[in-house]
């Protein structure tokens, strides 16, 4: 096959003068195109959702919210609309690794420390927490888009899925958006809207991290 279409190719390029080189030019486009689509249309189409399929490590460069917590005792988190909430400034930082499919599903195992955002006598939380994520839009020309996510306290990933061990309590909800670059290896994300179950987290700067293995 392959020796057939070099003859023909070369049956095209004898009879070729000086004026008709983008006569071939196009001739040539027009067969290896279609030949190979997917080449002729990587530059147009930009990166598919699938391509993000794989295994990823997952770091959240830095991260800060309000904690609300009602006075005068600051001991039960309250939603952040009640009258007698009190915000309190909470820092924290995570590193994880997840697996997403090629329906951009994915679940990530989180190792999670959470401290004062001024340092002071009090213990650091060290969590776990199971990240749910669903890529809800994306645009393969930019490779950006958004996800929202479910982060559980409980359970773990079995690849993309998450299996749940017992009621699944949630921990946290969100979105992000993130932008792709290096080839499609790497994701760079901030969280665009937080919440958890009673409505106590108030401000809240977020960003991170996914990197292909």
Known sequence: MKTRILGILG???LPLSAGSVYV???VMLLMFGFMLPGLAKAGSSGRPLSSLAGTYSYTALHGSFGYCLESPSFTVEVSCTNSEAVAFPLATSNVG???RDRKGQSCTTISETISDLTPGTAATDVLQTYEVATITSYDPTTQSGDQSFIAYS???CVGAKFESSG????AATGTYHFVLSANGT???WEITS???PVGGLADFV?????LQQ
């Not at 009621?167 to 949630?170: A, D």
């Not at 977020?206 to 996914?210: F, M, N, P, V, W």
Request: without cysteine; aromatic residues 4%.
């Open 206 to 210: 977020a960003s991170g991290t996914d």
């Open 194 to 196: 937080l919440t958890d």
């Open 186 to 188: 790497r994701l760079d």
């Open 167 to 170: 009621t699944p309590v949630i």
């Open 11 to 13: 049956g095209i390029a």
């Open 24 to 26: 071939f030019s196009v």
């Open 97 to 99: 690794q997840g697996t």
């Open 154 to 156: 409980s359970g773990k």
